[in-house]
């Protein structure tokens, strides 16, 4: 690999007591290539943005700071930082994150120039909880590499590790400012046309948990599900591969029918029908698939005061 330019996209709000520990992982890196940190402070008010601009002083050729005027929220933020990014690859570092490894973007440059089919390099991660305390899950990915198919089924990477082919990644979606969570669509946007993400068995960076914006979504599990339809019906539009579309209908189905069991369980079996009504004619993807007979099962068991349990999808 050449000389080349890697853009590290770092969005904060209100990370007062984490933001330098982000930079410092970022300045401290060793790479053939150059690097530029993009970094986006969403209007931040405890004094974070005082932080951002003094380490901007402190390394102008380095860090390209943009305060916020108006919150524009973790999206609009992120989109914001991505576009300003000039790299020929790209990377992500949320304020509340850092890198441990001073060789990280090294080390997947080095992995990229192995394997023509990489579009996305992700490594090993360890997680802290709120006390400072390693609470990192159990198990790594148990493939090498993972193409568009396996991303359907679920997210694979964390954010923080991840290295992404710009001439992969860009033009950015227009729907994906209407995402909820923005790290899995991208991953599937990038791999639209081929390719694959490869894991290095490295532990490189620090995720702390249940710290942010993202504490907030995991605990509305059903919200999330909805979103995940949504972008589920995108990136149907964005495929012609028949693999990749079947892929598509089978996650969308299953994820369909476990938002209706829940519904149906914590509500009513009216709003829950409703509910599906709605996504069905909202949806156009799932217009095209034929098969609703499992959820219409569904609906006569709950009817009938059967239980209703995600076997039964």
Not at 123 to 140: E, H, I, Q, V, W
Not at 280 to 298: P, W
Request: overall charge neutral.
């Amino acid at each position: 690999m050449g000389k080349c330019l890697i853009s590290v996209c770092v969005i904060t709000y209100d990370q007062r007591d984490y933001i330098a520990q982000c930079l410092e992982g970022i300045l401290q890196q060793r790479s053939e290539c150059d690097v530029e940190i993009i970094l986006n402070d969403d209007a931040s008010s405890d004094g974070t943005s005082k932080i951002c601009q003094q380490y901007q002083e402190q390394y102008p050729d380095k860090i390209k700071y943009q305060r916020n005027e108006q919150n524009l929220g973790m999206m609009g933020n992120f989109i914001n930082a991505l576009n300003r990014c000039q790299g020929d690859y790209i990377a992500i570092c949320e304020g509340d994150d850092y890198w441990m490894h001073p060789e990280k973007l090294q080390l997947q440059c080095t992995e990229f120039s192995k394997d023509p089919r990489m579009v996305i390099s992700f490594t090993d991660r360890t997680f802290l909880d709120p006390s400072g305390k390693d609470c990192t899950p159990a198990g790594k990915p148990v493939k090498e590499a993972y193409d568009f198919i396996d991303l359907v089924e679920g997210n694979k990477m964390s954010t923080l590790t991840v290295l992404i082919k710009r001439a992969n990644l860009y033009p950015l979606p227009s729907f994906l400012e209407h995402v909820v969570t923005g790290d899995w669509p991208l991953y599937l946007w990038t791999l639209r046309k081929g390719g694959v993400a490869k894991f290095l068995d490295v532990k490189t960076s620090v995720h702390r948990y249940d710290i942010g914006v993202s504490v907030g979504l995991r605990k509305r599990e059903t919200k999330l599900s909805e979103g995940f339809l949504f972008i589920l019906d995108e990136m149907s539009k964005q495929v012609s591969n028949k693999e990749y579309l079947r892929a598509i209908s089978g996650r969308y189905r299953s994820i369909l029918k476990s938002v209706f069991v829940k519904k149906a369980k914590e509500h009513d079996i009216f709003k829950a029908v409703g509910w599906l009504l709605f996504e069905l004619r909202q949806e156009t993807f799932f217009k095209r698939s034929t098969r609703l007979i499992g959820i219409f099962i569904n609906i006569t068991k709950t009817k009938l005061g059967s239980p209703v349990t995600l076997e039964d999808t």
